[in-house]
């Protein structure tokens, strides 16, 4: 059994790379391999991590991934799992984390987040150099190794195709959940995820008037809380803009906001009581989806935009697409299947016939097959001496001044301290 470092965003941290590598970390640990994670900080908070993280790398000091490199060559690692996403590293466009990656004496499997169709120049450079310090890159898609091949001249030989994993879903009793959100007898409509503006939600808002008219009980709900960093940036007021619309379009009865963080297994139980899943998603370049396919694994019937992974996976009858932005489309997509329980059940089991094939254990299997294979091709031994380096331009961190603070009260400066206790017989 090998040894295996997943560098990633990891729980409390609310995003979908943290969950993506929690429940990967736990995949390969039900396969009877050893862990550790290297957990990502953003420096917006810190974060009480539980025993699974080893290491913790603060994103923008370029000393903290030349430690971590550190770390895991001298703690008998036998391969590194990195879960890539441009904004989760330091430096324009994440390049911070190759500096990590060219002093690693142990093999490396990329999994890419996200694949541009037109990268600007350093874009291209990071994916390129990412290639060139990877052993392997995993798309979550297929539509991702065809953009990495003909968009970045990525070898066919070096990407590798592994399906997102999904837990195994067990049926839930959702009764009392039902009389709690007052959806008893009602179809539900649901949409999952931190939300922010690429969500769209206003254009299943702005087609429920027609949904209702034909079938007025249906109620339709938000779940998930804002993201982190939209919520530093603006606030509620994405979501605030949503409330008003509702009200405008006195949807007030149709309409649930749950404006919090939920666990898998809490959503579960909103995926057992959900009628159709509805993914709005207004951008087409996105190569992957956790809530997406957690869906299919609930066979539930899913409505969604044609984005990359959803085209893919939704593909032959296993999904609905509409238009983006098409308000009048959706509408009439609902009201199909909401008038045809038939066609809801074909399309539900149809998605989770897939997504029986992705429980995570099994993906987590085909990661570790992956690795092995690796280590055998490569028979990677440690150099005497690490390659030569070219540091990449060093980003400052975020100005603190707590040091400030706690010299200032209403008066004024203190002059002095002694250590970190301000001195008040010196005066201002």
């Known amino acids: 059994m090998n040894k295996i470092a997943i560098i990633g965003n990891y729980p409390p941290r609310k995003c979908g790379i943290a969950t993506f590598t929690k429940d990967l970390n736990d995949g390969l640990k039900q396969n009877g391999i050893t862990t550790a994670v290297i957990a990502m900080n953003d420096g ?20 903290s991934y030349i430690s971590a490199a550190e770390y895991l060559n001298s703690n008998n690692f036998d391969a590194v799992s990195l879960q890539h996403e441009f904004g989760i590293f330091g430096g324009k466009d994440g390049i911070h984390i190759i500096q990590l990656l060219k002093r690693l004496r142990i093999p490396v499997v990329t999994t890419l987040h996200t694949v541009l169709d037109n990268p600007t120049e350093n874009q291209r450079k990071v994916i390129n150099e990412l290639s060139l310090y990877s052993q392997r890159l995993v798309c979550i898609s297929r539509k991702g190794i ?34 709690k959100l007052g959806v008893e007898h009602k179809k539900v409509l ?32 938000v779940l998930g809380a804002t993201h982190p960093h939209v919520l530093k940036q603006e606030g509620e007021d994405y979501r605030l803009n949503l409330i008003r619309l509702v009200n405008k379009l006195n949807l007030e009865n149709n309409v649930i906001f749950i404006n919090r963080f939920v666990t898998n297994d809490e959503l579960f139980s909103f995926l057992e009581l959900c009628d159709i899943y509805l993914i709005p998603y207004l951008g087409e370049k996105q190569i992957s989806s956790g809530t997406l396919i957690y869906t299919m694994g609930a066979a539930r019937p899913i409505i969604s935009t044609p984005f990359w992974y959803a085209k893919e996976m939704l593909a ?5 697409l509409f238009d983006f932005k098409n308000s009048v489309q959706l509408a009439e997509k609902i009201n199909d299947l909401l008038d045809n329980e038939e066609k809801r059940k074909t399309i ?21 097959n992956l690795v092995a294979q690796i ?7 440690a150099l005497s001496k690490p390659a030569p380096v070219i540091e990449s331009k060093f980003v400052l961190p975020p100005i603190k001044l707590d040091h400030l603070h706690m010299l200032t009260d209403h008066t004024g400066i203190l002059q002095h301290a002694r250590f970190n206790v301000p001195d008040r017989n010196h005066g201002y």
């Open 44 to 63: 917006l908070n810190r974060y009480n991590y539980p025993g699974d993280v080893a290491f913790e790398i603060e994103q923008n000091v370029m000393a």
């Open 146 to 179: 065809e953009l990495l091949q003909g968009v970045y001249g990525i070898p066919p030989s070096k990407c590798v195709h592994i399906h997102h994993g999904v837990h195994q879903y067990v049926t839930k009793d959702v009764q009392d959940l039902r009389k």
């Open 190 to 221: 649901l949409t999952f995820g931190l939300l922010s503006r690429n969500k769209s939600i206003e254009v299943v808002i702005n087609a429920l008037p027609e949904v209702i008219r034909k079938h007025p009980d249906v109620v339709y709900i």
């Open 316 to 320: 032959d009858e296993r999904g609905v």
């Open 348 to 368: 539900a089991l149809n998605a989770f016939n897939l997504a029986r094939q992705c429980y995570w254990p099994k993906i987590a299997e085909q990661y570790h």
């Open 375 to 381: 280590i055998d091709e490569e028979k990677v031994k």
